[in-house]
């Protein structure tokens, strides 16, 4: 049952150590899969607007649809996850995603190009994070949050991936032979290896627990709840406030006053950095809550914000901005679904997740349009300011969740 603050207890799920092996193939899973369906556009944009013809702009439309369209399913994906299905998501939708990435290889018209993006966004929502996470909280119950943290600490190297490789066979073979190449690794590897652990672990379930069944009135009641939108909203704003920034690093970092050679290099310690701060979470995983992590983090991205304001000042401020940045919000991406856990239990975990997740994602989609928007009426102090905003209203929203918690555990 859940506690009167909703936290996590037992239920019935498999609370015993998790299935170490299967763990890992996993976080290798995720890390290729992010490489493939995420960080694909952004390895490849060149090669895409040299050989097709097109503005970066109508190119965007492509992942912009990735996103609003994984978005508006992921609350079905997780209500398949709550049925059982998790295992078959993540194999499957891997699947389909090298499918659809071979069709775009092959692309010649806008229209189709803009349709092809959309259709990766099924993939992008059945096989990444939040069915993955889902998936795991369903099987290890308790010990989930371990789990989660070793994922993603693999998983942080997807950009690592996705960038050199291609580069490297986009100029021996153009893009086409690219996009190919990385449909090839979803298919004969991140497919194979999202299925192995999924047998793997559904095989320790029935060796000695019982998952929990599908819990249909628990979204609705989850959404009854102001923990709920609370939570939402911290996640939506604070992937509103990284995605900004993410996408106009080099334009910000030049107009403070870098070197462009010196731009890169501070947006490429943003990466490393969510290493860093998942395996500071990792090693302090039994002494500090999730709730407290998550305050901590979102305080993390206001004050990198603020560096950042203060770098037209001192240029060499912007690494440590992208420190802390590339901290904090390598936290939030694991604390979301332990924090959902916590709060709102695991009862219908894949749905509540799953609804939780549009904020974010609908938040990374208008991201890029609303940091141009501030750019074009203010320069990059008006998205400067902007992301701090947005930031704080998330502190504040923060804070209001720690009360709320600490009132319900006194009630």
Not at 193 to 202: E, M
Request: hydrophobic share 60%; charged share 10%; proline share 3%.
């Amino acid at each position: 049952m859940n506690s009167p603050t909703g936290a996590l207890t037992h239920e019935g799920d498999g609370d015993g150590p998790g299935d170490t092996v299967a763990i890992w193939l996993l976080a290798v899973g995720q890390t290729l899969g992010f490489a493939t369906l995420l960080y694909i556009f952004g390895a490849l944009i060149v090669q895409f607007e040299v050989g097709l013809g097109w503005s970066k702009a109508s190119l965007s439309f492509g992942p912009t649809g990735t996103l609003i369209v994984s978005a508006m399913v992921a609350p079905v994906m997780g209500r398949l996850v709550d049925k059982g299905y998790g295992g078959g998501l993540l194999w499957g939708g891997a699947l389909f995603g090298g499918a659809v990435l071979v069709a775009i290889s092959s692309v010649t018209t806008w229209p189709a190009w803009v349709a092809l993006w959309a259709l990766l966004g099924v993939a992008h929502a059945a096989s990444l994070y939040d069915v993955c996470f889902a998936f795991l909280t369903r099987r290890l119950g308790n010990v989930a949050r371990a789990a989660i943290i070793r994922v993603t600490l693999v998983a942080g190297f997807a950009s690592a991936l996705a960038f050199p490789l291609g580069a490297l066979v986009s100029e021996a073979w153009g893009w086409r032979g690219a996009v190919l190449v990385f449909a090839a690794m979803q298919i004969g590897l991140t497919a194979p290896l999202n299925w192995y652990a999924g047998v793997r672990l559904r095989r320790r379930a029935r060796a000695g627990a019982s998952t929990q069944e599908a819990d249909n009135g628990a979204l609705h009641s989850a959404l009854r709840r102001p923990e709920f939108w609370l939570l939402m909203a911290i996640f939506a704003l604070s992937w509103m406030n990284h995605s900004m920034l993410v996408t106009y690093f080099i334009p910000i970092f030049t107009d403070l006053g870098a070197s462009p050679v010196l731009a890169v290099a501070a947006a490429s310690t943003v990466g490393p950095f969510q290493f860093v701060g998942r395996l500071l979470l990792m090693l302090n995983q039994t002494r500090v809550s999730a709730m407290f992590a998550t305050s901590l983090a979102v305080g993390g991205l206001a004050v990198a914000s603020t560096v950042l304001i203060a770098a037209g000042a001192a240029v060499s401020l912007i690494f440590l901005f992208a420190m802390l940045q590339g901290a904090s919000i390598g936290l939030l991406s694991i604390l979301r679904p332990v924090l959902c856990a916590e709060v709102l239990g695991r009862r219908g975990f894949g749905a509540i997740t799953g609804v939780i997740a549009m904020g974010p994602l609908l938040a990374t989609a208008a991201a890029p349009i609303a940091g141009a928007l501030l750019q074009d009426n203010g320069g990059a102090l008006a998205l400067l300011i902007g992301s701090l905003t947005f930031a704080l209203v998330a502190v504040a929203l923060a804070t209001l969740l720690r009360v709320r918690i600490k009132r319900l555990v006194r009630g």
